[in-house]
Every structure is written in structure tokens, then in C-alpha cells.
């Protein structure tokens, strides 16, 4: 299948104690760590995470995998726009680009990173990471939510991708990093950019 845009799929990707230890500690809905996206999507606040996820983080920051494909990265360690993100029953993300650049530092941003934390993830509960391989969205490259697994993928301008329809009664679980390089950006992109929905 063509694809316009590199990715990588990490399966057993960390030590699986720390991954069941954040998602055992994962925080209440009310919890003030959250914030929420007009889609319904939750968000940490920036570094505000558990302990165990806080070691989740560090993990996916010196991946080898990622070391290996993509050497010339960092991670952004103070979690802007990253960290914990809660998707419940019913939520879903339309195709979309995510930013270029770092809103602060303006670093390029150069990789995304998604762990998956739900455990006991049925094939059937929707949640998948749909990468999208030609303008049109006719080629997707479907991923579908499984513990411990880990997706890296890049951030171009061809790089649109979604999320299908959540419809586990237990909302989806993730920890997302993001990773930069000082390369100057075009700062086209200050978040992400949704076709016809907002985040």
C-alpha cells in the first residue's frame, strides 16, 4: 500500500508494569488535570501526569526504535499539547494535519508519538488511528488500539490521519509525545487542522 507519510508500530513497546501501573492511576474525568477539546476528547494539562505515566513518557522519549529511524530528534519533555489524552464513548477525530512547530520555542515539529493503555481493548470498540495515505482519505492504513502499543508517525503536510468512533463503554487511553527539531519552521500550522470539524 503506498504511503505518503513514514510510520512505525511498536508492539510490547515498554516495560508492561509501567504501562498497567498509568493506566491503573489514570485520572477521574473531574480530575482538574483535564481539560477538554470541542470534539469531547480530553487533554492533560501540560506535565501534569502520574508518576507512573510521567515514566511512560521518559520511556517513549529514548526509544530505540525511534533513536534508530529518527536520530536527529528530541522530545518536547514539557508535554505542550501532549501527555494524557481520554477519548469516551461516542468521541471521535475527524482527518486532520497536526501543527508544525512548537508554539512556544518554535521548534519544527518533526514525529508523533501515541502509546495505546487499555488493556482488554475489543477489536470491535472503535478508537482506531486511521493514517491516511493519499489526498482523498480512498487509502487508510488502519491501527488499531492494543496495550502497550506504540505508533510513531510523521508530522508533514501530507500527513492527515483520524480516529474512528469510540464506542467501548471504557473511554481510550493514550499518552502522546511529540518530537522536534530546530530546523526553522514554515508556521503554517499553529495546531492541528481539522477538514470540516473542530478539535
Not at 513518557?57 to 536520530?71: T, Y
Not at 515539529?109 to 491516511?132: C, E, K, M
Request: proline share 7%; net charge negative; aromatic share 10%.
Amino acid at each position: 500500500m503506498p504511503q505518503s507519510y513514514k510510520h512505525i508500530v511498536c508492539d510490547d513497546a515498554l516495560h508492561p508494569a509501567i504501562v498497567r501501573a498509568a493506566c491503573a492511576a489514570w485520572p477521574a474525568d473531574t480530575d482538574p488535570i483535564w481539560f477538554r477539546y470541542a470534539s469531547g476528547k480530553y487533554g492533560s494539562r501540560d506535565r501534569q501526569v502520574p508518576a507512573a505515566a510521567w515514566q511512560c513518557v521518559l520511556d517513549i522519549a529514548r526509544h530505540p526504535a525511534i533513536q534508530a529511524e529518527w536520530p536527529d530528534v528530541f522530545p518536547d519533555l514539557s508535554l505542550h499539547a501532549a501527555g494524557l489524552h481520554m477519548s469516551p464513548r461516542g468521541t471521535t477525530l475527524g482527518r486532520h494535519r497536526d501543527a508544525d512547530h512548537h508554539n512556544v520555542t518554535g521548534w519544527r515539529r518533526r514525529l508523533s508519538a501515541v502509546l495505546f493503555l487499555n488493556t482488554a481493548w475489543r477489536a470491535d470498540a472503535g478508537g482506531v488511528l486511521q493514517l491516511h495515505t493519499d489526498e482523498d482519505a480512498t487509502r487508510t492504513i488502519a491501527i488499531q488500539p492494543q496495550f502497550n502499543r506504540l505508533v510513531v508517525f510523521e508530522c508533514t503536510d501530507t500527513s492527515w490521519h483520524s480516529v474512528s468512533e469510540v464506542t467501548h463503554d471504557e473511554p481510550r487511553k493514550t499518552i502522546s509525545l511529540f518530537f522536534y527539531d530546530t530546523t526553522p519552521a514554515p508556521r503554517t500550522r499553529p495546531q492541528a487542522e481539522f477538514q470540516g470539524q473542530s478539535h
